[in-house]
T-cell receptor, first 110, second 111 residues
Framework: GQQLNQSPQSMFIQEGEDVSMNCTSS?????WLWYKQDPGEGPVLLIA?????ELTSNGRLTAQFGITRKDSFLNISASIPSDVGIYFC??????????FGAGTRLTVKP | KAGVTQTPRYLIKTRGQQVTLSCSPI?????VSWYQQTPGQGLQFLFE???????NKGNFPGRFSGRQFSNSRSEMNVSTLELGDSALYLC??????????FGPGTRLTVL
């Protein structure tokens, strides 16, 4: 099935900088999810969004569910070394079918 | 609280064989979903079970099947293995529809 368009593919930033990544799709989703995956581990759910326009924060992370229901973004403020990892977006439709982005690989230089 | 456990962690099989992977969800979680992760295709949804019933299925051939037991433990089976089935297979458990907690995965290599 069609996967989501996630960008950027990778980011190299300095500790303390803010980060922004996004996902777009040609399909409408009812739920948008953001996960982080560390090497050798399964993904960890960071934020779940359930309503168009919804803006939700989890500590230094903020994510928004786009008004068109076809996109979402994730911001990380004041990055720290432990933010390193791969961030995935996922969209879920009414029938629980899920699509994933290809991931954004984040590197934080101390 | 114990997390999601998957067994085995690593598996090597040859083409044509079949394989069964196991997933034990977090206690009390009745939803278990399965995913395939490869460098080329990324994360792809396989299927989801809730209370022993398959609630949804992704776009994979019939060689991929699964089941869930009354204790919520789930197994997935892949028959007639192909080289392209080499991947990390992840399962996730949750209370609701959103996969919350993933296991560490089973890395399957098909030779």
């Amino acid at each position: 099935g069609q996967q989501l368009n996630q960008s950027p593919q990778s980011m190299f930033i300095q500790e303390g900088e803010d980060v922004s990544m996004n996902c777009t799709s040609s399909s409408i989703f009812n739920t948008w999810l953001w996960y982080k995956q560390d090497p050798g581990e399964g993904p960890v759910l960071l934020i779940a969004l359930y309503k168009a326009g919804e803006l939700t924060s989890n500590g230094r992370l903020t994510a928004q569910f786009g008004i068109t229901r076809k996109d979402s973004f994730l911001n990380i403020s004041a990055s720290i070394p432990s933010d390193v990892g791969i961030y995935f977006c996922a969209g879920q439709q009414n029938n629980n079918d899920m699509r994933f982005g290809a991931g954004t690989r984040l590197t934080v230089k101390p | 609280k114990a997390g999601v456990t998957q067994t085995p962690r690593y598996l090597i099989k040859t083409r044509g064989q079949q394989v069964t992977l196991s997933c034990s969800p977090i206690s009390g979680h009745r939803s278990v979903s399965w995913y395939q992760q490869t460098p080329g295709q990324g994360l792809q949804f396989l299927f989801e079970y809730f209370s022993e019933t398959q609630r949804n299925k992704g776009n994979f051939p019939g060689r991929f099947s699964g089941r869930q037991f009354s204790n919520s433990r789930s197994e997935m089976n892949v028959s007639t293995l192909e080289l392209g089935d080499s991947a990390l297979y992840l399962c996730a458990s949750s209370l609701g529809k959103v996969p919350q907690y993933f296991g560490p995965g089973t890395r399957l290599t098909v030779l």
